[in-house]
């Protein structure tokens, strides 16, 4: 073979020198072929098809303008129609509210399935009231405390609907929305009814949430560029996508032919306009057109490409020669050969040893983090450890807490809408906490403990330290809500100052967990200080409403259940108690609750996986409106499965129940034995031997515990007492009652009033 032979089969199998060359080149035949197609479609086709699906799109929108104007002028017109063009009583004169929340329900009926209504106002001309889907109120509070507006107030609405209107749609205005905790600015379109022709007597005002209406007709599928604007009937802006649609001169311009549509170029921009078949609005598409010095942009990108593709060549050509030897080089210092694909071996060698670090520093990281979690977790686990355990964990423990004195505050988090925002990985809200925290000291260390309880150790210098802390915390808490863990509720319980030794580690996180289950219902602040806490336990738990709350829902009185279990706790919260007692007062009144569960649903376990996630919700409620919120919903939950006893009606629980429900009226005797499908003397015998007392004594102690009721918290007479406790006359009535208690109804009444 001979020697040039030789050289230029060696030239090839070390094929480094070619690889970078044919690399190169294959990027540039991928760059030229990329930017052919791009310069080809965008040139020659590309505008007319997006202009002609943006053209479909538009008329879409439009159509879901039209459904959604539609339905408002349904919803208008549906109310109009409603009873009660006076909402005076015909006896009095006064208002009958019976027909207000007649009205009221009949208005959230209509507007529950409309998303981008945020509500309806209705009033009348000569009373101050306005009934919306959620309640009533007068028309000045609901625009001063609700929808807060300079102009949109009550006197416009008032001068607005004295005069000849037509319907009519007015533009998005931004307004304060009040909100639960603070005010919210949303910007609302409002839709006014129109009373030229007096349909009824009521005055009916729609507000819009502008964004959801855009939601609802979808503007996304518009081109990039294009806006939307709506004209109403008179011509006048209603809606703008357009930052900048200023349409003078324009409008005037355009002839509608009898297809509804027309088309005007004016500047860089085609405005195509369309007119609505429903309520003759006008929508206007104003979309970029194609730029006319076309030609110069063709010459101008052919003569960059082929400028490209010959540079790229020669660049090619040249780094190839210089990059072969250095490559080289770097394949034998990863411990390979330099024969073979070159790159796919420097390639595959980074790669791997890049995997490798990575895993290393996780690991390495994890194992940690892991470390110092277990390390607290064992240092505050009440039962004690091994000799040998706890030299092992005073060795590590340096590593915590460096400062003199340090306190402990536990953080605890609440994802306030759990159902549409992702969780955040605890990892991350570790390492927020960590890093706010971190401006205030640098001695700090946070471990995560469980079900969004995290643990912060924070080092102090002195014992003043903790005060300057406290005041801060406050300010940091608001701001993670707000900025760093939006969607959270935060509030964090700070323990005593202790110095820093591991035997109080489990002081420190026991002085926390307290503050937790200590702190008042009511308490405003979301830093809880346990030196503060104020012990107590006066707590309100009537066993007879209770009992009546057991009633109410073996008979399906829910909107009755709800009452009583809004009082109980509500009068707790008045009382200040605290967190982990109003938790207990929930959990009882679940229990009575949960007697009246069929067999049917525990077939299942449906009511246990009601139970646990009812605990776990008022294990971790951030205040007695989140209690009251869970047992109200176990409630309506409970309902649905309550037993059935109707079939059997001669039973301890019917016959109570029953006499509870009915005993203002004449319940005698012969009646209630019918009710329960059996006869006088037997029914009377049959209740004797299960409650132990006759019928009439039972019936009288049922009457009069009511009538105690009404004396102490009523101003009724002791006549109008007696007549709706059932008796038949105020004599019968405070015969009986002297009888049974040994003194008057009067002076029963005078008692309890001085006391």
């Known amino acids: 073979m001979r020697k040039d032979d030789y050289s230029l089969k060696r030239f090839f199998t070390n094929l480094g020198i070619v690889q970078i060359f044919c690399s190169l080149l294959l990027v540039i035949g991928i760059m030229y072929v990329s930017n052919y197609i791009v310069y080809k479609n965008s040139i020659s086709g590309i505008y007319e098809k997006v202009a002609q699906n943006n053209t479909l799109a538009v008329k879409t929108m439009i159509q879901s303008f039209d459904n959604s ?77 609700k929808y807060k507006h300079d102009l949109y107030n009550e006197n416009y609405w008032r001068t607005y609907m004295k005069g000849k209107n037509s319907f009519k749609v007015m533009p998005g205005q931004y307004f304060k929305v009040a909100t639960d905790a603070s005010w919210q600015r949303k910007k609302l379109m409002i839709a006014a ?8 007597n009521k005055n009916i005002v729609l507000l819009i949430d502008e964004a959801a209406l855009l939601k609802y007709v979808n503007q996304k599928l518009m081109i990039p560029g294009a806006s939307l604007i709506v004209l109403d009937q008179d011509r006048s802006v209603i809606l703008s996508t357009d930052t900048n649609s200023d349409l003078s001169g324009i409008i005037d311009e355009v002839y509608f032919n009898s297809s509804q549509e027309a088309s005007l170029k004016k500047e ?59 490559v080289k080089k770097i394949i034998r210092q990863l411990g390979g050969t330099s024969r073979g694909n070159d790159f796919r071996k420097i390639l595959s060698g980074v790669v791997k040893m890049q995997m490798e670090i990575d895993e290393t520093r996780q690991q390495l990281k994890l194992a940690e983090s892991e470390a110092r979690r277990s390390l607290f977790l064992q240092a505050v686990d009440e039962y004690a450890y091994a000799a040998d355990h706890d030299l092992q964990l005073q060795s590590s423990y340096s590593d915590t807490v460096h400062s003199k004195y340090f306190v402990l505050i536990m953080f605890h988090l609440d994802q306030k809408d759990k159902e549409q925002q992702s969780a955040m990985p605890v990892e991350r809200i570790a390492a927020v906490l960590t890093t706010v925290l971190q401006e205030e000291s640098d001695d700090v260390h946070v471990i995560y403990d469980k079900n969004l309880h995290f643990v912060s150790f924070v080092g102090m210098g002195q014992p003043s330290d903790r005060a300057v802390l406290l005041k801060r915390l406050k300010r940091l808490c608001a701001n993670l809500e707000q900025e760093e863990l939006p969607g959270y509720s935060v509030w ?23 503050g937790l289950l200590y702190r008042a219902v009511n308490e405003p602040s979301n830093v809880l200080d346990v030196e503060k806490i104020h012990y107590g336990w006066s707590l309100y738990f009537p066993f007879d409403r209770i009992e009546k709350l057991s009633n109410y829902m073996s008979n399906g009185k829910l909107q009755e259940a709800k009452e009583i279990i809004s009082e109980t706790l509500r009068e707790n919260a008045k009382r200040n108690v605290h967190h982990h007692q109003m938790a207990h007062i929930a959990k009882t009144m679940f229990l009575y609750l949960l007697r009246h569960a069929s067999v049917t649903a525990n077939a299942d376990d449906e009511m246990y996986k009601l139970e646990q996630q009812f605990l776990q919700r008022i294990d971790y409620a951030h205040d007695y409106l989140d209690i009251e919120r869970a047992l109200i919903e176990a409630a309506k939950h409970i309902a649905k499965h309550s037993k059935q006893e109707e079939t059997n009606r001669l039973n301890p629980n019917f016959i109570s129940q029953y006499i509870e429900l009915h005993y203002m009226e004449n319940l005698y005797l012969d009646q209630i034995a019918e009710i329960s499908g059996t006869s006088p003397k037997y029914f009377s015998s049959y209740f004797k031997r299960t409650f132990g007392i006759n019928y009439v004594e039972y019936l009288n102690k049922v009457r009069l515990s009511h009538a105690k009721e009404l004396l102490k918290d009523s101003s009724l007479s002791i006549g109008d007492i007696g007549e709706k406790t059932g008796y038949m006359n105020s004599s019968t009535f405070t015969t009986t009652f002297k009888k049974y208690y040994g003194i008057s109804p009067s002076e029963y009444r005078k008692q309890n009033s001085n006391e």
């Open 193 to 200: 009814g129109g009373n030229k022709v007096r349909i009824s």
């Open 492 to 514: 964090a319980s700070v323990s005593k100052l202790y110095a820093a030794e591991l035997m109080n580690y489990q002081l420190a996180y026991r002085s926390a967990m307290n």
């Open 69 to 145: 104007f539609r339905t408002i002028n349904n919803i208008i017109h549906t109310i109009h129609g409603l009873p009660y063009s006076s909402l005076e009583s015909e006896e009095d004169g006064r208002i009958d509210m019976a027909k207000v929340y007649t009205m009221r329900d009949s208005i959230a009926a209509l507007v529950s399935s409309v998303d981008f209504i945020e509500e309806v106002i209705v009033f009348y001309d000569d009373i101050d009231l306005a009934i919306t889907s959620i309640g009533t109120s007068s028309l000045s509070q609901l625009f001063d405390k």
């Open 268 to 326: 860089d921009y085609q405005y195509n306009f369309y007119k609505s078949d429903f309520n003759d609005f006008v929508y206007i598409n104003k979309v970029p057109y194609q730029f006319q010095n076309i030609d110069s942009v063709i010459g101008a990108n052919e003569m960059i490409m082929l400028s490209a593709i010959i540079s790229a060549v020669l660049l090619s050509v040249l780094l190839s020669i210089y990059l072969n030897r250095p």
